[in-house]
């Protein structure tokens, strides 16, 4: 899991970066040109960047650059000017870059593809770069809903005794289900999960809802489960990402009793 994000300050998918970290309690830094110049003016003290000794961008970007492990850079399009300049400078470098164009891709296929690329690279301190606000006005929304996404799904870790897949310890009930989950998550998993507001649930789906379907036997015909799901929902049936969804949610509802830090609906 990244450890720290690091931007050069800059409008757009660099601000989207650090607002995402600072959102998450995620350690945040970078390097900024001197006079913390931005093209909204003085960066804000509350970015915890530092300041060049030159008011020369490119030197700012090639030290994020080497400070990090990786590179992370979103656009609507083909590269250019400082996006293209962080991304040659990636090469020059050797250190890993992964560029997210969103004309070729939706946002969910994009957090996804961020999260493996993540994983596979064991980035600690990741460097996110792209277009300023000036040239895209989506940018930073769509910068920090796939951080934000991608970060969702590196939550869980799951670290499950190897029994708890047999058929004759699968829960049976929606309360088991949950009682199941609140036991083998971490308290870190459990902290983050009762953080999250009722709309970002749907992150979940490809990380903790697949651990559900493979391990609470929702594939392989749990009927008892699946008539306790109906039940709670009052349907004569429910399929198996219904399921997975109303298990998720009761969870949810769980932990922000036990562990919240926050409420959103």
Same mark, same amino acid.
């Given at each position: 899991?990244?450890?720290?994000?690091?931007?050069?300050?800059?409008?757009?998918? &660099?601000?989207?970066? #650090?607002? +995402?970290? $600072?959102?998450?309690?995620?350690?945040?830094?970078?390097?900024?040109?001197?006079?913390?110049?931005?093209? *909204?003016?003085?960066?804000?003290?509350?970015?915890? /960047?530092?300041?060049? &000794?030159? =008011?020369?961008?490119?030197?700012?970007?090639?030290?994020?650059?080497?400070?990090?492990?990786?590179?992370?850079? +979103?656009?609507?399009?083909?590269?250019?000017?400082?996006?293209?300049?962080?991304?040659?400078?990636?090469?020059?470098?050797?250190?890993?870059?992964?560029?997210?164009?969103?004309?070729?891709?939706?946002?969910?296929? =994009?957090?996804?593809?961020?999260? !493996?690329?993540?994983?596979?690279?064991?980035?600690?301190?990741?460097?996110?770069?792209?277009?300023?606000?000036?040239? *895209?006005?989506?940018?930073?929304? =769509? !910068?920090?809903?796939? #951080?934000?996404?991608?970060?969702?799904?590196?939550?869980?870790?799951?670290?499950?005794?190897?029994?708890?897949?047999?058929?004759?310890? #699968?829960?049976?009930?929606? &309360?088991? =289900?949950?009682?199941?989950?609140?036991?083998?998550?971490? #308290?870190? *998993?459990?902290?983050?999960?009762?953080? $999250?507001?009722?709309?970002? /649930?749907?992150?979940? *789906?490809?990380?903790?809802?697949?651990?559900?379907?493979?391990?609470?036997?929702?594939?392989?015909?749990?009927?008892?489960?699946?008539?306790?799901?109906? +039940?709670?929902?009052?349907?004569?049936?429910?399929?198996? !990402?219904?399921?997975?969804?109303?298990?998720?949610?009761?969870?949810?509802?769980?932990?922000?009793?036990?562990?919240?830090?926050?409420?959103?609906?």
């Amino acid at each position: 899991m990244v450890r720290k994000i690091v931007s050069g300050g800059q409008t757009g998918a &660099d601000r989207a970066a #650090l607002d +995402f970290a $600072m959102e998450w309690n995620i350690p945040h830094g970078g390097w900024i040109p001197k006079g913390r110049l931005a093209e *909204d003016g003085t960066l804000p003290e509350k970015y915890r /960047l530092k300041e060049m &000794d030159s =008011a020369d961008y490119a030197r700012r970007t090639e030290q994020n650059v080497i400070d990090s492990d990786a590179t992370l850079i +979103f656009s609507h399009g083909k590269l250019t000017g400082g996006s293209l300049l962080t991304q040659k400078l990636a090469l020059k470098h050797g250190r890993p870059c992964f560029h997210v164009n969103l004309l070729e891709t939706n946002a969910f296929s =994009a957090a996804q593809s961020v999260h !493996a690329w993540i994983k596979e690279k064991g980035v600690k301190v990741l460097n996110v770069a792209g277009s300023r606000e000036s040239q *895209d006005k989506r940018i930073y929304r =769509a !910068a920090f809903d796939i #951080l934000e996404a991608a970060y969702h799904m590196s939550l869980i870790s799951t670290h499950m005794d190897p029994s708890f897949g047999r058929t004759d310890l #699968l829960p049976e009930t929606v &309360d088991q =289900a949950v009682k199941r989950l609140s036991t083998q998550l971490s #308290l870190k *998993d459990k902290s983050q999960i009762a953080r $999250m507001g009722y709309g970002e /649930l749907t992150t979940l *789906d490809h990380t903790l809802g697949r651990y559900i379907a493979d391990n609470f036997g929702l594939q392989d015909g749990n009927n008892a489960l699946i008539a306790s799901c109906s +039940f709670v929902l009052g349907k004569t049936s429910v399929k198996e !990402a219904e399921a997975i969804t109303l298990i998720i949610m009761k969870l949810w509802e769980k932990l922000q009793s036990s562990h919240g830090l926050r409420v959103v609906h």
